[in-house]
T-cell receptor, first 113, second 112 residues
Framework: DGGITQSPKYLFRKEGQNVTLSCEQNLNHDAMYWYRQDPGQGLRLIYYSQIVNDFQKGDIAEGYSVSREKKESFPLTVTSAQKNPTAFYLC????????????FGSGTRLTVV | QKEVEQNSGPLSVPEGAIASLNCTYSDRGSQSFFWYRQYSGKSPELIMSIYSNGDKEDGRFTAQLNKASQYVSLLIRDSQPSDSATYLCAGGGPNAGNMLTFGGGTRLMVKP
């Protein structure tokens, strides 16, 4: 079955620690996206990538970093510079040409301890 | 700034009634519109897409698009308690590289 896999489902981060959230898709989609969602709030775009080896900052990129070395993978690192990282993180993917909407992964819930 | 606006709700309807969810958008270049359903603690799930003016029906769901008024709506007939969720409206078009802009979502509560 094609889809997007995010791991882990739950992640706990200590103060000052970097953590990496995994996102893998086997849909052959060109574009991938990372969103942050806080309780009761909408989606906020962190980073996106429309082709391999290229990515762009979204609205709230500070304190985050990404890489896109393979078409299937778009990992997100939450760095120690992100002072309030507790949130629900969603990865999505889409084709580049035409518009058929995004497919979302199941999400990673990150908590600072 | 391209925007998609939704009333945050909650919108409360009795079981069996029609729920009407509305969305407006600012970018006249938007050509594709989507409705996602998000249950609490889960990821968004695509339930409807619409590309042309008019109505599109799929089971109990009807999406409506009016490009002149820059307005999109989702009607849910015979609402069930299991429809209780947050509904996200999204729009996109070639001007934005087919990237979607999401509204903040409307929380729907269907009461038995």
């Amino acid at each position: 079955d094609g889809g997007i896999t995010q791991s882990p489902k739950y992640l706990f981060r200590k103060e000052g620690q970097n953590v990496t959230l995994s996102c893998e898709q086997n849909l052959n989609h060109d574009a991938m996206y990372w969103y942050r969602q806080d309780p009761g709030q909408g989606l906020r775009l962190i980073y996106y990538s429309q082709i391999v080896n290229d990515f762009q900052k979204g609205d709230i990129a500070e304190g985050y970093s990404v890489s896109r070395e393979k078409k299937e993978s778009f990992p997100l690192t939450v760095t120690s510079a992100q002072k309030n990282p507790t949130a629900f993180y969603l990865c999505a993917s889409s084709i580049r040409t035409g518009n058929y909407g995004y497919t979302f992964g199941s999400g990673t819930r990150l908590t600072v301890v | 700034q391209k925007e998609v606006e939704q009333n945050s709700g909650p919108l409360s309807v009795p079981e069996g009634a029609i729920a009407s969810l509305n969305c407006t958008y600012s970018d006249r270049g938007s050509q594709s519109f989507f409705w996602y359903r998000q249950y609490s603690g889960k990821s968004p799930e695509l339930i409807m897409s619409i590309y042309s003016n008019g109505d599109k029906e799929d089971g109990r769901f009807t999406a409506q698009l009016n490009k002149a008024s820059q307005y999109v709506s989702l009607l849910i007939r015979d609402s069930q308690p299991s429809d209780s969720a947050t509904y996200l409206c999204a729009g996109g078009g070639p001007n934005a590289g087919n990237m979607l802009t999401f509204g903040g979502g409307t929380r729907l509560m269907v009461k038995p």
